[in-house]
């Protein structure tokens, strides 16, 4: 997907929602979406879920315009067309540059209940969110963190939810833990 598409895409919408009246608020409404479109696309990634969003939006405020009929249905038919499209090449990018799965290898005897089933010596995928994957490079730069540094690191994160991603480490024995007082604990990155 390229800029010049896009912006001659945001063009298009300007030009068909001249025909809606002055004072009716879809007009801006549909063109405010359509530039949150344009923006999204200029300062980030392209796959942004952000923009799905602001399409599905977009599509929905065309729908009600079409059904006005204050343009031609047709147009709007065409951009809701041109809309799917870039949102069809938006899911395609995304999941290629979803990241690979991890692999991590159990030792032999050590039991994991995940979802009321027990492993043993398996395999089991996992797909690292990206704060964990942020714990785990931490963790490897710096071979241990406490609870009350992930507290700084991950202000918008719940300790319940800092305890699980920890917990799920410690289950692939990865790090170990250590009671540090009564409301800390320190965690070691395995070697």
């Known amino acids: 997907m390229e800029l010049s598409?896009?912006?001659?895409?945001?063009l298009a919408v300007y030009r068909v929602t001249q025909k809606i009246p002055l004072q009716e608020p879809l007009r801006y409404k549909i063109r405010e979406i359509a530039d949150k479109i344009l923006e999204e696309y200029v300062k980030s990634n392209p796959a942004s879920?952000?923009?799905?969003?602001y399409i599905d939006l977009l599509q929905a405020f065309f729908h009600i315009a079409q059904q006005e009929n204050w343009v031609n249905p047709l147009n709007f038919q065409?951009?809701?067309?041109?809309?799917?499209?870039l949102a069809q090449k938006i899911k395609t990018h995304s999941q290629k540059s979803q990241p690979s799965q991890e692999v991590i290898h159990l030792p032999p005897k050590q039991k994991i209940e995940a979802k009321e089933?027990?492993?043993?010596?398996?395999?089991i995928k996992v797909r690292p969110s990206f704060r964990q994957q942020k714990?785990?490079?931490l963790?490897?730069?710096?071979?241990?963190?406490?609870?009350?540094?992930?507290?700084?690191?991950?202000?918008?994160v719940s300790d319940r939810t800092l305890r699980r991603d920890m917990e799920s480490?410690?289950?692939?024995g990865l790090i170990s833990r250590k009671r540090m007082g009564r409301k800390d604990v320190l965690y070691t990155l395995k070697e």
């Open 169 to 172: 480490f410690l289950k692939a």
């Open 135 to 137: 714990i785990l490079s």
């Open 117 to 123: 089933r027990e492993f043993v010596g398996k395999e």
């Open 5 to 10: 598409y896009l912006v001659k895409l945001t």
């Open 49 to 53: 879920s952000l923009m799905l969003r």
């Open 78 to 85: 065409i951009l809701s067309q041109e809309y799917q499209k």
């Open 139 to 156: 963790l490897k730069e710096n071979k241990q963190l406490t609870l009350s540094q992930l507290r700084k690191l991950f202000p918008q």
